[in-house]
């Protein structure tokens, strides 16, 4: 099993919904990193929480990290098209080297 | 600003034949990485250095050989390839001592063991 649990493992929304991402932990993590992967692409960068409580937005996208740094959740707000592709949360337990990642969350929106 | 390029971006071999993934990055960082990625997995990390001259294994090292060639290059050398080698490879490179600080990856290489 995962380190660390995405839900849902897919997900299907109707253009201009909202949607939500999950990332858990059993453990406390020291940095959650959310990535954005499209279909045979590399990986980008979308956002980066350490503090617990905190949240950042990027334009429509909004993620949280839980006060106990053990969950983080992805928001989309008002889906498109370009919202379609791979999500895939990463962590750090402590400042070492090492990342632990999700599986990934495949995301379809349908016009 | 090239971040983070690895070569080639597909390759296919026969089993049992050797070959090197090449990544070079331009932001002087210190840690380099790589991982496969495979459906249902996320990514697994293969090898990483967390500086030059050092290498350490990951979670999925066997079949693997790796070389940090100086600040910039980490590269990836599959000896004997095999079939459960088939599979997507990112390089990455980071600072992730320093907080706040994020890995940046390649666009990645398609290999397929035949």
């Known amino acids: 099993s995962q380190e660390l649990e995405q839900s849902p493992q897919s997900l299907i929304v109707q253009e201009g919904k909202n949607l939500t991402i999950n990332c858990t932990s059993s453990?406390?993590?020291?940095?959650l990193y959310w990535y954005k992967q499209k279909y045979g692409e590399g990986l980008i960068f979308l956002m980066m929480?350490?503090?617990g409580g905190e949240e950042k937005s990027h334009e429509k996208i909004t993620a949280k990290l839980d006060e106990k740094k053990q969950q983080s959740s992805l928001h989309i707000t008002a889906s498109q098209p370009s919202h379609a592709g791979i999500y895939l949360c990463g962590a750090t337990r402590d400042s070492n080297y090492q990342l632990i990642w999700g599986a990934g969350t495949k995301l379809i929106i349908k016009p | 600003n090239a971040g983070v390029t690895q070569t080639p971006k597909f390759q296919v071999l026969k089993t049992g034949q050797s070959m090197t993934l090449q990544c070079a990055q331009d932001?002087?960082?210190?840690?380099m990485y790589w991982y496969r990625q495979d459906p249902g997995m996320g990514l697994r990390l293969i090898y990483y250095?967390?500086?030059?001259?050092?290498?350490d294994k990951g979670e999925v090292p066997n079949g693997y050989n790796v070389s940090r060639l100086n600040k910039r290059e980490f590269s990836l050398r599959l000896e004997s390839a095999a079939p459960s080698q088939t599979s997507v490879y990112f390089c990455a490179s980071s600072d992730l001592g320093q907080i706040g600080n994020t890995i940046y990856f390649g666009e990645g290489s398609w290999l397929t063991v035949v």
């Open positions: 453990k406390t993590l020291y940095g």
């Open positions: 929480l350490q503090k």
């Open positions: 932001m002087n960082h210190n840690s």
């Open positions: 250095s967390a500086s030059e001259g050092t290498t």
